[in-house]
């Protein structure tokens, strides 16, 4: 018998806030428990379901312990796309748990690292950036709505959707650095091309100027303590919306999932993307040695620091430069994995897991 559900005289019921309430009682309370009772789940493992949520809409739900992100939650978000891709007008990627996301499962890295199979890391990385590109260029609109913490690979998962409907208390961040590493599936491109698309068309920016902005938030792991400073953070753009009432973030990612499906959504076209080169690696590393010599950032702290800074940069090309998505994602892939196999990293990664906080080394 399922404690959270229960049925008389024909009516179905399910707990929420203390007590019994009717299904359908208030349609903007989408509850996932009861929805996997009473409709079909299309599929599902360990890390993840897929499930109808009604009127053409399809649910991703992470319940992998701490909704963190493995190789089952990868194949699932694969799996989601392919059957909405086919049958739904778009997807929801969204949850009930305590928070949407806390980033990808470091347990699971750090053995994998200290026995030293680094192939296999890769693999997962690589397998994380493709499913990251499979939502940005999907068919049909993906909206994903995080709530609590969405940090490190759950602010990834966020951050190449169509939109995002966040709740108005999401604290969301790159918070990568704090364990050694940097972003390791797209998060620090797609943050960067955030910050390029909310630069108004009829300004001339500086790109070495959003190329800082982009580095010293996920340098110093900034994360918003609301989803307003995440807007304000460069996380959330126009096309991305809050909720106030978090009892109705599903409902209403799910009206934005409908919204853009019938204002005719179409996946964005793949374009090079502009990036500052050697000149603009040398000034953002200059400003994480100032940090360095002012006692600010330990000597890992600036080793990390140089590793996100080439990748911002697009590595060794002329300021000005247009280069692929794609090529991106390997500056990224090679600089993770070359960090998660530093002694000083794995030193962090081991004190996250056993004290929930991060390692000054």
């Known amino acids: 018998m399922n404690l959270f559900i229960k049925k008389e005289n024909g009516n179905v019921y399910y707990y929420h806030k203390g007590d019994?309430?009717?299904?359908g009682f208030n349609a903007k309370d989408i509850n996932l428990r009861l929805?996997?009772?009473?409709?079909?789940?299309?599929?599902?493992?360990?890390?993840?379901?897929v499930i109808d949520l009604g009127d053409g809409v399809a649910g991703l739900e992470f319940h992998s312990q701490s909704n963190a992100i493995g190789m089952d939650v990868i194949q699932m978000i694969?799996?989601?796309?392919?059957?909405?891709?086919?049958?739904?007008?778009?997807?929801?990627?969204?949850?009930?748990?305590?928070?949407?996301?806390v980033g990808a499962n470091l347990g699971m890295m750090l053995m994998e690292a200290q026995d030293q199979n680094f192939f296999e890391i890769e693999l997962v990385v690589k397998q994380f950036q493709q499913a990251m590109m499979r939502i940005k260029y999907s068919d049909k609109p993906v909206v994903a709505a995080p709530?609590?913490?969405a940090l490190g690979g759950g602010a990834e998962v966020c951050l190449p959707a169509a939109a995002i409907q966040a709740s108005s208390e999401t604290y969301m961040g790159l918070v990568e650095p704090g364990v050694g590493l940097i972003p390791g599936g797209g998060g620090n491109k797609?943050?960067?091309?955030?910050?390029?698309?909310?630069?108004?068309?009829?300004?001339?920016?500086?790109?070495?100027?959003?190329?800082?902005?982009?580095?010293?938030?996920?340098?110093?792991?900034?994360t918003s303590t609301s989803a307003e400073e995440a807007r304000q953070n460069g996380f959330l753009d126009q096309m991305d919306a809050i909720s106030f009432n978090?009892?109705?973030?599903?409902?209403?990612?799910?009206?934005?999932?409908?919204?853009?499906?019938?204002?005719?959504?179409?996946?964005?076209?793949?374009k090079p993307v502009p990036v500052t080169g050697e000149s603009g690696f040398a000034t953002m590393l200059l400003g994480a040695k100032e940090m360095h010599y002012g006692g600010f950032a330990s000597d890992h702290d600036l080793k990390i620091a140089e590793k996100?800074?080439?990748?911002?940069?697009?590595?060794?090309?002329?300021?000005?430069?247009?280069?692929d998505e794609q090529y991106l994602l390997d500056l990224e892939r090679e600089a993770f994995l070359s960090l998660i196999g530093e002694a000083k990293t794995q030193q962090r990664?081991?004190?996250?897991?056993?004290?929930?906080?991060?390692?000054?080394?």
């Open 20 to 23: 019994y309430k009717q299904q």
């Open 246 to 270: 978090q009892d109705h973030l599903l409902h209403d990612a799910k009206q934005k999932v409908l919204g853009l499906a019938r204002a005719g959504y179409q996946a964005p076209k793949r």
């Open 308 to 323: 996100l800074a080439f990748v911002l940069a697009g590595g060794r090309v002329k300021e000005g430069s247009k280069v």
């Open 147 to 149: 709530f609590g913490m």
């Open 35 to 49: 929805l996997k009772e009473t409709k079909e789940v299309l599929a599902k493992n360990a890390g993840a379901s």
């Open 349 to 361: 990664m081991q004190h996250m897991l056993l004290k929930g906080k991060p390692l000054r080394n």
């Open 190 to 222: 797609e943050l960067y091309l955030k910050h390029l698309n909310n630069m108004p068309e009829s300004v001339d920016f500086d790109l070495q100027k959003v190329s800082n902005s982009v580095f010293q938030k996920i340098a110093t792991a900034k």
């Open 78 to 101: 694969n799996k989601a796309v392919d059957i909405v891709d086919e049958d739904f007008e778009g997807l929801v990627i969204g949850n009930q748990g305590n928070n949407f996301c």
